[in-house]
Antibody, heavy 120, light 113 residues
């Protein structure tokens, strides 16, 4: 069955950096667009970024543009989120998610999430 | 950016009754070249990641019970739960995927009365 497992979340000081990873299994990873979505404590969902199957198309929401970078390694069935210059309002659970299919931004498989806390 | 607004923020429905959640987009989500509407609905229970229920505004994801129905077009959409079950208590989100950033609505909390 399809499985996504995130890792890399941690407590980090403001201005610090983290690299989140997400490993997929149970499907042909290289066939699917992948996204990162986050949820601040007690808040709603915020779409952050996506990357197409061949890594030549990426999109970001404005709040993370220039600070976060999405990438993937299809040989390792992995997608990454490099996060720099972290701020307190980046504190959230970060989910990776798989698109239904190419060209469909809806995501039908999600990981359990990894917690990122930005605090001094 | 497209703004997506849900209503109500919360609702309480008796078990077995109908729950209706509305979602309004600031832009038309119909792509005329393929006649598809770029709107999805998700369910999130406490401590769990979201679960996709509906995409293309009305296409039920595999395994989703048929009591969940998505409808609407253009800028106004509805998720209907016919015959609320105890396991349907959750927060529901709509999301546009017409253009990036793929904005979510603020969520609607559904409780059992």
């Amino acid at each position: 069955q399809v499985q996504l497992v995130e890792s890399g979340g941690n407590l980090v000081r403001p201005g610090g950096s983290l690299r989140l990873s997400c490993v997929g299994s149970g499907f042909i990873f290289s066939d699917f667009y992948m996204s990162w979505i986050r949820q601040a404590p007690g808040k709603g969902l915020e779409w952050l970024a996506y990357i197409n199957s061949t890594s030549d198309i990426t999109y970001y929401t404005d709040s993370v543009k220039g600070r976060f970078t999405i990438s993937r390694d299809n040989a390792k069935n992995s997608v990454f989120l490099e996060m720099n210059n972290l701020r307190a309002d980046d504190t959230a659970i970060y989910y990776c998610a798989r698109a239904v299919r190419a060209g469909v931004g809806a995501t039908n498989h999600w990981g359990q999430g990894t917690q990122v806390t930005v605090s001094s | 950016d497209i703004v997506v607004t849900q209503s109500p923020d919360s609702l309480a429905v008796s078990l077995g009754e109908r729950a209706t959640i509305n979602c309004k987009s600031s832009q038309n989500l119909l792509w005329s070249s393929n006649n598809k509407t770029y709107l999805a609905w998700y369910q999130q229970k406490p401590g769990q990641p979201p679960r996709l229920l509906i995409y293309w505004a009305s296409t039920r994801e595999s395994g989703v019970p048929d009591r969940f129905t998505g409808s609407g077009s253009g800028t106004d959409f509805t998720l209907t739960i016919n015959g609320l079950q105890a396991e349907d208590v959750a927060v529901y989100y709509c999301q546009e995927y017409f253009s990036t950033p793929y904005t979510f609505g603020q969520g609607t909390k559904v409780e059992a009365k």
